[in-house]
Structure formats: structure tokens, C-alpha cells
């Protein structure tokens, strides 16, 4: 069994909607994140706000309430978030 063959411009605008979705949400975690680091203090007000932007059930799969998306597509969103 294959998998589907998956189009190079329906990822990148798959990837491309997800970063404007939550490249406000990305900014607002690194602001604080060098006082956080100073601080040491635990990161729990911007785990909570993944959380509520719905980015902790990205891949979780549809049937059971998340968004289904691909693992590369959520990867390229992950290690792109501290870019924003």
C-alpha cells in the first residue's frame, strides 16, 4: 500500500494558512521568552494559550475532534514558529 501522493503547493498553502492562523500566537510566546528564561519561570499562561488556539489538536485526527493535519505540514509550522 502507497501512500497518496500529496501536492508540493497544497502543503505549502496548507502550511502558509496555518502560519498566518498562528503567527500572532507565535509572536505573543516569544516576547516574554527571554524573561522567562532569566526568570526560570515556566512557560504555563503560553501553554494554555496553544492550548485554546487549537494548536495542541493540529494532529489529532478529525474523528476524534482535531484537524487531522499531516505530520510534515505540522512539522514545517513547528520548527517555523520562532521565526515569527
Same mark, same amino acid.
Do not use: H, W
Given at each position: ?13 496548507e502550511?502558509a $494558512? ?6 500572532? /500566537?507565535f509572536q ?5 521568552a @527571554? &524573561?522567562?528564561?532569566e526568570?526560570?519561570?515556566l512557560?504555563?499562561?503560553?501553554v ?5 488556539? $487549537?494548536f495542541?489538536s493540529?494532529?489529532?485526527? /478529525?474523528?476524534?475532534?482535531?484537524r487531522?493535519v499531516? @505530520? &510534515? ?8 514558529a520562532?521565526?515569527?
Amino acid at each position: 500500500m502507497t501512500a497518496p501522493a500529496i501536492s508540493p503547493t497544497a502543503s505549502a498553502n496548507e502550511i502558509a $494558512g496555518l502560519r498566518e492562523e498562528f503567527g500572532s /500566537v507565535f509572536q505573543r510566546i516569544a516576547a516574554g521568552a @527571554l &524573561e522567562r528564561e532569566e526568570t526560570r519561570t515556566l512557560p504555563r499562561e503560553q501553554v494554555q494559550l496553544l492550548k485554546d488556539t $487549537g494548536f495542541t489538536s493540529l494532529r489529532v485526527p /478529525v474523528d476524534f475532534g482535531g484537524r487531522g493535519v499531516r @505530520l &510534515e505540514v505540522f512539522l514545517q509550522l513547528y520548527f517555523g514558529a520562532g521565526d515569527g
